[in-house]
Every structure is written in C-alpha cells, then in structure tokens.
C-alpha cells in the first residue's frame, strides 16, 4: 500500500532538518569559546533550511514565484500528472475556455503519451516537474540533470521535440545546494508557487475552491494537482470538480486565467 504524500513528505522534512541541525549543532558545541561562530555555524543551517523547503525562497537561485501584481491576471499550474483524473481537469478547463500550466513528470508522460498531447494541443503550457517525483534536497547537480533530461526526451517522445517548455518545478519545491546550478546549466527556469490549497489532501472540490477563491489575486500562482507523485493511480476528481468554482471566482474577480509563461512575460 503506498505511502500518502502528506506522511512522505513532513517525514522527509523532519529527517533532513534533524540531521542538519544535528551536524550543525555538533560543529557549534565543537567551538564553545567561539559564541560567534558557533551562533553564525547554527544561522547558516536555519538559513539553508528556509532555502530548501520554502518554495519561493531565492536562497538557491531566484525562482518564479508569482507574476507581476499590476495586471489583472492569474496563472492555474498543476502538478503530478498526468493521471486517471488528467482528463477530467482538461475537460474542465476546456469547458471554461482556460488555459493553464502542467508540471509533468516523465515517468507519467510515458505512461499516457496521448494526454501530454492533449494538453499541448489544447493550448496549455507543459513544462518539467522532473521524472520520478524523487526528492531533490541532498541530490547533486549529475542526477537533476538526469531528471530533467529524462522528462524532456519522455515529453518530445509523447508530443514532439518543441512542446517541453525549459521551466521546471522541483517536487514540493524542495531544492538543494546543487539543484538551481544543475537547472541553470540545462537552461530551464525554476518555477515555485505563490500559494497552495493543499487539494493534495483531497478536502473535497467545496474546499478546495473556495481555498482557491481566497488566494486568487494579480500575479498569484496557484498550485493544483491533476494526479498524485507518490501513487500514479491515485485520482484527483476533487480538484477537477473544483475547476468551475475556480474559474468562476476568478472572472468575479477581474482575472483572466493565463499559462505561467503569459503571466511572467
């Protein structure tokens, strides 16, 4: 039975930070005579751990994290897919003449080649959520080009060589030390999000919408999934019958709903 995504993830964050601080605490205990160095050595830890596991952090390399507040526009991305509920959330969107941003990852884009088409062919914007959904925190600069270059070739296999868009968003937005140099190398973008409405917990399309209603504003990057990273079979019927209430708050509030690109240009 797999892991749910809430379990694996705060269980990944609990581990890397305690070892981190754990190291760290043990070089600051090392130098009792040297407060200030001890105190700077335990600020560093306090300040990576901020860069790794908050999504619009700039500590590791500047990332998208919303589009400019003077327009009226808004951008809905979504992750993990594509998945049993894939189809669902592109009938929706389609039903209410919005196109959005899919974060694919590779092993899925192989899986259902003709829906990576579909996005594309519908208008929307699919860029790199890389291949396997692996954490990236402790990995090095060699395995996220990997998972970049992976999902690029799955992604050109299903649909052609030009519909990957170079910006990619890193599993729960987590980054490590190595992961914005790796992604600047390939010549990708690092894309976070301006808020999540947690519809991961499937809270139910109610909810999920109206979370969605509130963080909706110029410039917000709303995160969405239209599958699951952990158990590809997994549906997200919740967010797919949360689309219309979105949108519909959306028009009630001025925005029109854009791909991520249109809303940065």
Same mark, same amino acid.
């Given at each position: /039975? $797999?892991?749910?995504?809430? /379990? ?12 981190? %601080? ?12 040297? $407060?200030?160095?001890?105190?700077? &050595?335990?600020?560093?830890?306090? *300040? ?15 990332? +998208? ?10 951008? %809905? ?13 592109? @009938? ?21 080649? =003709? ?5 594309? @062919? ?8 890389? #291949?396997?959904?692996? &954490?990236? +925190? ?49 010549? #990708?973008? /690092? ?15 109610? +909810? ?22 952990? @158990? ?10 949360? &689309? $219309?209430? &979105?949108?519909?708050?959306?028009? =009630?509030?001025? *925005? =029109? ?5 249109? *809303?940065?240009?």
């Amino acid at each position: /039975m $797999p892991m749910t995504q809430p /379990m694996t993830k705060n269980r990944t964050i609990r581990r890397v930070v305690a070892i981190e %601080l754990a190291l760290l605490a043990a070089a600051a205990l090392a130098r009792p005579r040297k $407060p200030v160095l001890a105190a700077g &050595i335990l600020g560093a830890g306090a *300040l990576g751990a901020w860069g790794a596991f908050r999504p619009a952090s700039p500590v590791f390399g500047p990332v +998208v994290s919303r589009g400019p507040s003077g327009r009226p526009r808004a951008a %809905l991305t979504f992750d993990d897919g594509p998945g049993p509920s894939t189809p669902a959330v592109l @009938d929706a969107l389609a039903d209410e003449g919005v196109r959005a941003t899919f974060f694919v990852l590779g092993r899925q884009a192989r899986r259902h080649p =003709e829906l990576v088409r579909r996005m594309h @062919d519908e208008g929307h914007q699919v860029a790199s959520h890389g #291949y396997d959904h692996g &954490i990236l +925190v402790m990995r090095g600069p060699g395995h996220v080009r990997d998972q970049l270059a992976r999902t690029k070739d799955a992604v050109a296999d299903a649909a052609g060589p030009d519909v990957l868009t170079h910006v990619f968003r890193a599993p729960h937005g987590f980054r490590g030390p190595a992961t914005w140099a790796a992604v600047r190398s390939a010549g #990708y973008r /690092m894309a976070g999000w301006t808020t999540g409405v947690f519809d991961s917990a499937d809270p139910g399309p109610h +909810v999920v919408a109206q979370r969605s209603a509130r963080a909706l504003a110029p410039g917000c990057i709303l995160l969405l999934h239209d599958a699951d990273g952990w @158990d590809p079979d997994r549906p997200r019927t919740h967010t797919a019958a949360a &689309i $219309p209430d &979105i949108c519909a708050a959306a028009r =009630e509030k001025g *925005l =029109e709903l854009v791909t991520l690109d249109e *809303l940065v240009a």
